[in-house]
């Protein structure tokens, strides 16, 4: 729990995290277990929740092997009443040497929406 008066939090955040590929990157390693990730995600969220504003929102951006495990946490988190939205990303289209793909291909990411309380939440 932030103890900070409302009008020293936050009004918005939105997180991009490592989506679990199993690679290690030049500033992060995208390796971990996804019990460890879930955990580590979890625990980043609450303190996001902690530091928003009574009318604040979180925003989420995740590929499809995460998004719907992240739905429950964040149920968990915020409440299934402050949900607002699922938002659909489209990333690309299958072009060049990606149409011999062998496989289907991701065409889109997905962002989540909360609000810490969804009835103050104004949408501008």
């Keep these: 729990f932030d103890?900070?008066?409302?009008?020293?939090?936050?009004?918005?955040?939105?997180?991009?995290?490592?989506?679990?590929?199993?690679?290690?990157?030049?500033?992060?390693?995208?390796?971990?277990?996804?019990?460890?990730?879930?955990?580590m995600i979890r625990d980043r969220t609450t303190v996001i929740h902690s530091l928003l504003r009574e009318d604040g929102v979180f925003f989420i951006q995740l590929?499809?092997?995460?998004?719907?495990?992240?739905?429950?946490?964040?149920?968990?988190?915020f409440g299934k009443q402050n949900f607002v939205k699922f938002f659909i990303v489209k990333t690309s289209d299958p072009s060049g040497?990606?149409?011999?793909?062998?496989?289907?291909?991701d065409a889109a990411e997905y962002i989540l929406m909360y609000a810490k309380n969804k009835s103050l939440y104004k949408y501008n």
Excluded at 15 to 26: N, V
Excluded at 63 to 77: G, S, Y
């Design 3 to 39: 103890a900070r008066p409302d009008e020293q939090k936050i009004k918005c955040v939105y997180i991009d995290p490592p989506y679990t590929t199993g690679q290690a990157f030049e500033h992060y390693d995208d390796n971990l277990e996804q019990s460890q990730w879930f955990t």
């Design 63 to 77: 590929d499809e092997k995460n998004i719907f495990h992240m739905r429950i946490i964040l149920d968990e988190i």
């Design 97 to 105: 040497l990606k149409t011999v793909n062998p496989a289907p291909y």
